[in-house]
Each structure stands twice: as structure tokens, then as C-alpha cells.
């Protein structure tokens, strides 16, 4: 890296005048001209995103955005199609109706997810997170 041109731009990113960083690593097959920093270490630029250094597959990269919420520091996004958590496609998420509760807990209109793995036979409708480690939803 170049000390005179290099910078922190988000999350584990940088860059100096040469070179896209996700941590100590160089993203090779990254347009640096185009790269954008979308929040939770999702980035991309004008052909793919990325998790950290990760490509995304399948990924509708016009329609894709990170879910921000204020109470999580976990990385949730979706494109029209699919749900993320940490790069990681969620199977079944519907994207239309996903959101973060709070914290590590997610939900969409059928399923409630915790850092990104379902919680079986849990109530998306009536599910809430009561403090950092108990929920309720009437079963849980």
C-alpha cells in the first residue's frame, strides 16, 4: 500500500491510488473506479458485489442493498430475489418482507432468523425480542 495516498473507507475497506483493500488483503478483480462502500462490508462495483473479498453469485446488482438498522451490527442485505446474512444467501427469505428486529434477529412474512439461521416453529407475526438473550412469540 502507498502511505502518501492511502485511506480508510469503511468497514475492513481501504484503498490507496492503486489498489481496493479488505483488510490486509488486495482486491484483485475489482473495478477501483466504480467500487462503492455499501455499508457492513458489502461493497461493489460496476459488475459484482462483494462481501469482504467474497464475489457475490447471482446477485441483481442494481437492486442490491444492505438492510440497515440501528439497533444491529450484523450484516443483513437482499436483492429483489435473495436475503443475505455475512454473504451467505438465506434459503426461502423473502426480501419483500424482510427486516431486522434487533440485534442478531431477523424476520421476514413466514420465518424468523437469528444471526442468519432459521428458528424453527418461531412466530414472525407475534415474535419480539424482550432483552439481548430472551425472545417471545408466544412459543419461544
Known sequence: ADPNSFEYI??????DHRFIFSGADKLENIDKNSFVYLGYNYVKDQSQVFYH???????????FR??????SYYAYACDETHVYFNGEKLLD???NSFQVIKQEYAKDAQR???MGQLIEGALPKS???????TTNDGVY
Open 10 to 15: 469503511g468497514g475492513d475497506f481501504a484503498r
Open 53 to 63: 473479498q467474497y464475489p457475490l453469485k447471482e446477485v441483481d446488482l442494481n437492486r
Open 66 to 71: 444492505v438492510i440497515d438498522h440501528e439497533d
Open 93 to 95: 427469505a423473502d426480501c
Open 112 to 114: 424468523v432468523y437469528r
Open 127 to 133: 415474535f419480539n425480542l424482550i432483552d439481548s438473550s
